[in-house]
């Protein structure tokens, strides 16, 4: 309900996924984040970043996200392994406080 970090890891060893949160006064006091959700049985996770290129002028979903500022979005790809077979899930997350490169340059 505060300001805060959050991160997430995958471990292909255990196979999972765990997020991780920090309020604003944690990050501050250097405190341990603390995992706040964990989930089991995943074949595989991965992100992408969707992000404007101003070189290439035009918009591309990254692998990494290594830039200063936000993303225009989060993609989260995970397979779960079932029983017999493997499902997978997409979910993309807006984020709309971010702007696109292009908009940031005119400041």
């Known amino acids: 309900r505060t300001p ?3 991160s997430y890891g995958f471990n292909p060893d255990t196979e999972t996924l765990t997020r991780k949160q ?3 006064s944690g990050i501050y006091s250097a405190e341990d984040a603390r995992t706040s959700h964990r989930l089991a049985n995943l074949k595989s996770a991965k992100f992408g970043y969707y992000s404007f290129e101003p070189d290439k002028k035009e918009y591309l979903w990254l692998e990494q996200w290594d830039k200063e500022g936000l993303p225009l979005a989060v993609r989260l790809e995970m397979e779960f392994n079932k029983e017999d077979h493997t499902t997978t899930l997409v979910r993309t997350f807006n984020i709309p406080v971010a702007r696109p490169q292009e908009d940031n340059q005119e400041e």
């Open 4 to 6: 805060g970090k959050i």
């Open 22 to 24: 920090n309020d604003y």
